[in-house]
């Protein structure tokens, strides 16, 4: 039986075995829009980043739902002895930032949906620094790799892993338990831009269609509106002297 996506099955057993019981005994799940991710096919999963926890968290909804999350990780933890390994084992995908082989990612991430793979991206690019949690504007790279492979993209929230383990922090806040909250919506519709050039200004607006959809999922899980203008990280980073 084909398994896109997935890691050889011992890597794979090996990695649930020994985080999904850990999962259980920490964390409280609200999941719902399980029927939003589909089974088989390449899919992109567009979250929200609140914490360097959500990855792991998001990866047992995943999971659950029959998928196998494929992320693309910062290439330098492919370089680390033994977790490098692993992260290589259970078929992750490096980012080359700043490099000449930044672009090398998107290309593995398209071969990967291509061949039927179910791929996590942050559009955001990093944890988001909005004061209120919300998401920041998105990179255009999801949207690109949408557009030219032509399989949809699920947009998903979720809540709580920021309780787990605030942006910054290295230690964990394990108790009390923490409730995770996932809600996944319906694809994104891009059916507006199929046929027309991939210029900045196709992607920006897809992008936008993309991070609109995710606030959506984020806004009935607060239980607030989201704000008119996502926060832009670029514009808080001072100009270099």
């Given at each position: 039986m084909s398994r896109p996506?997935?890691?050889?099955?011992?890597?794979?057993?090996?990695?649930v075995a020994l985080i999904k019981p850990l999962l259980l005994l920490f964390i409280k799940r609200r999941w719902k829009?399980?029927?939003?991710?589909?089974?088989?096919?390449?899919?992109?999963?567009?979250?929200?980043?609140?914490s360097w926890s959500d990855p792991v968290l998001f990866a047992h909804y995943a999971y659950d739902n029959g998928r196998w999350p494929v992320y693309l990780a910062k290439s330098?933890?492919?370089?680390?002895?033994?977790?490098g390994h692993i992260v290589r084992k259970l078929r992750q995908i490096a980012v080359h930032r700043g490099s000449t082989d930044a672009a090398r990612s998107l290309k593995d991430a398209e071969q990967a949906l291509r061949d039927g793979a179910c791929v996590i991206f942050y559009p955001e690019g990093t944890c988001t620094r909005d004061p209120e949690l919300w998401p920041m504007s998105g990179k255009t790279g999801v949207a690109r790799l949408a557009l030219s492979t032509g399989v949809p993209v699920i947009p998903v929230a979720h809540w709580g892993?920021?309780?787990?383990?605030?942006?910054?922090?290295?230690?964990?806040?394990?108790?009390?338990?923490?409730?995770?909250?996932?809600?996944?919506?319906?694809?994104?519709?891009?059916?507006?831009?199929?046929?027309?050039?991939?210029?900045?200004?196709?992607?920006?607006?897809?992008?936008a269609d993309i991070m609109g959809a995710i606030n959506q999922q984020l806004g009935e899980i607060r239980n607030e509106k989201a704000p008119d203008l996502p926060f832009d990280l670029r514009q808080e980073i001072p100009p270099a002297s």
């Open positions: 996506g997935r890691p050889p099955f011992l890597w794979e057993a090996l990695a829009g399980r029927q939003h991710i589909p089974r088989q096919g390449g899919v992109i999963i567009a979250a929200n980043h609140l330098g933890i492919f370089g680390v002895p033994v977790l892993a920021q309780e787990l383990l605030p942006y910054g922090e290295k230690r964990p806040r394990l108790l009390p338990r923490k409730t995770f909250s996932v809600i996944a919506g319906p694809p994104v519709d891009l059916s507006k831009y199929e046929g027309l050039p991939m210029r900045a200004a196709v992607l920006r607006e897809a992008t």
